[in-house]
């Protein structure tokens, strides 16, 4: 994609947050994303006109555009597994409607229907299954709706200072309306604090993402890595500690990563519905990898297509 002309997802969603507190003030959560979508839609020729919820297996949503008059649908799931997704979903269309779209005007009608080509429909695909170009937008989509749902102010308000335990992230989850996923990630991009996540089903690792300290100090998170049998997470849902209210003290040699190990604190979500976990590992700050080599390891692998648009 261009990057001339090109808008900036956290500038469009810090700009509307702005609209947001000065009309509706600090009480303003969880941000009703059908109804700002519609109002500030209102003011181009193409408007969005109809938001509607859909129970259609394996699909996620879908910005659609009118096929006889300039316009926009917004589409997404409504079945009872993407509960708790909703919302970011409803964002992430609205992202694709303010950043990617092509304006429509009474010109593409000339024929009576729009040709094809307009539409954004989003899917739980995998990475080798979709351009580059592709997974841009639906990176700046999402980057949108998270910014948009949990202002970076606000989330640093609630959790500042705050070691993350279930309890606090129960809060986060409540007070923005969003699924775990979305708020646990949330979390490792706007800590500074050594800390990592990883999201693994049947003893691998799907992906993971490490926050920018714990990157710095040679944490990465590698797509297929192996989830250790003694952590939280390798003990599965059964464990002792599969739901403990704060992080589990565990010693070095548990988690191993690729440029050492240390301990770590542990906290570990899990769906059986969904059928894969969430672990967030907490670090001491001073603490040195024991094993740490010259490689600079590669970046740690980031797709929440792979784990079926459960952000």
């Not at 699909?59 to 926009?72: I, N, S, T, Y």
């Not at 700046?140 to 709706?145: G, Q």
Request: charged residues 30%; glycine residues 8%.
């Amino acid at each position: 994609m261009n990057d001339v002309g090109r808008k900036s997802p956290i500038r469009e969603a810090n700009r509307l947050t702005i609209l947001l507190r000065t009309v509706l003030g600090e009480d303003r959560f969880p941000v009703d994303v059908a109804a700002l979508a519609r109002e500030v839609s209102r003011n181009h020729e193409d408007p969005i006109t109809d938001i509607k919820g859909v129970d259609i297996d394996g699909f996620e949503g879908m910005l659609r555009a009118r096929r006889r008059q300039p316009g926009w649908q917004i589409l997404y799931n409504v079945q009872s597994r993407y509960r708790g997704r909703e919302r970011f979903t409803l964002g992430h269309e609205f992202g694709h409607y303010l950043l990617h779209r092509r304006p429509l005007t009474a010109a593409h009608y000339r024929d009576g229907e729009l040709p094809d080509g307009f539409d954004f429909e989003c899917l739980p695909l995998q990475l080798n299954q979709w351009k580059i170009a592709e997974r841009d937008r639906e990176e700046e989509a999402d980057t949108f709706a998270s910014y948009l749902l949990m202002p970076i102010d606000d989330y640093r308000q609630q959790v500042s200072g705050l070691e993350m335990s279930r309890p606090l992230l129960d809060h986060v989850i409540d007070r923005y309306d969003v699924s775990l996923m979305a708020a646990a990630r949330k979390w490792i991009e706007f800590t500074d604090t050594r800390a990592a996540m990883v999201v693994a089903c049947d003893g691998f690792a799907l992906w993971g993402r490490a926050s920018t300290a714990a990157y710095k100090s040679g944490v990465f998170i590698r797509s297929g890595m192996e989830i250790p049998d003694k952590s939280i997470a390798g003990m599965g849902s059964t464990g002792a500690h599969a739901r403990a209210e704060h992080p589990v003290a565990l010693p070095p040699g548990v988690w191993t990563f690729s440029r050492g190990t240390e301990a770590v604190r542990e906290i570990t979500f899990f769906s059986d519905r969904l059928g894969f976990s969430i672990s967030l590992l907490q670090f001491d700050t001073d603490t040195p990898l024991e094993g740490l080599d010259d490689d600079s390891g590669e970046m740690d692998t980031y797709d929440k297509f792979i784990t079926n648009g459960q952000s």
